[in-house]
């Protein structure tokens, strides 16, 4: 799949972004930017405010400060419903596919914002070409996948979208590591072919091997940022977040 079309290169900006619960303060100033093409990973320990900081851009939760832009478009100002016309697609942590729909139905409903017409069953066979399994699987009920099966086809239902950014929560949550290859290389070959991914994953190694930048945070603070090579290096985050 490619995503290089001039007219539809945006940056997404965030300055100064918090996201409060009540009296809890669980995002507080983090400010980052995916430029187009760029593949930007969130890491950090359980309550660091990275999932927050995701559903705070999609608009899914509010936001008590900050400016987030898309391209010329103020985000504040955009429903979450709207968000995937203006080119922003969202992996949710969990997957939350319909388990009593197909696995092409599934797909079919990824692509509810676009025009019904020969690009989207284009879509269909380029998700099937990402993930051949899912092809095979087309006509089953997506509830009688694996949790892998599942993954590839949340993210499959996103990309149906024709998304120039794509938001991840957690893709690798419950996998077996073989299938956590399978999604690394997916990402990779996303990420290749021009689509800007924004990763939020606890497994780091994962979040190294498939983004070109990365932001830290820890109690819902930005901590540290670098490439992904610099900070797979940086003893600090090996020994807290890798494990050696």
């Known amino acids: 799949m490619k995503h290089q079309e001039a007219a539809e290169r ?3 900006s965030v300055s100064d ?5 009540g009296g809890v303060s669980a995002v507080r100033s983090v400010s980052f930017t995916v430029e187009p093409g760029q593949s930007v990973g969130l ?3 359980n309550g660091a405010g990275k999932t927050s900081t995701l559903r705070a851009v999609m608009g899914l939760v509010p936001r008590a400060a900050g400016e987030l832009r898309f391209g010329d478009r103020d985000l504040s100002r955009v429903p979450a419903r709207n968000m995937v016309r203006l080119g922003i697609g969202y992996v949710p942590e969990g997957r939350h596919v319909f388990p009593g729909l197909t696995v092409e139905k599934n797909l079919l409903l990824g692509a509810y914002a676009r025009r019904w017409d020969g690009q989207v069953r284009d879509g269909l066979t380029e998700v099937y070409d990402l993930f051949p399994v899912l092809g095979e699987m087309r006509g089953r009920l997506a509830g009688a996948l ?10 499959g239902r996103a990309l149906m979208a024709k998304p120039v950014l794509l938001l991840l929560d957690e893709p690798s949550m419950g996998l077996s590591p073989k299938l956590v290859e399978v999604i690394g290389e997916t990402l990779r070959r996303l990420r290749d072919n021009g689509l800007s991914l924004l990763l939020v994953e606890q497994n780091a190694m994962l979040t190294f091997e498939t983004t070109t930048d990365c ?3 820890e109690n819902g603070e930005f901590a540290l940022s670098g490439t992904a090579a610099e900070l ?3 003893a600090r985050v090996r020994s807290i977040y890798i494990g050696l």
């Open 146 to 155: 694996s949790g892998g099966q599942q993954q590839m086809l949340a993210i």
């Open 232 to 234: 797979s290096r940086n």
């Open 10 to 12: 945006r940056t997404l």
């Open 43 to 45: 890491i950090g320990a």
């Open 17 to 21: 972004l918090a996201v409060r619960y």
């Open 215 to 217: 932001l830290v945070l």
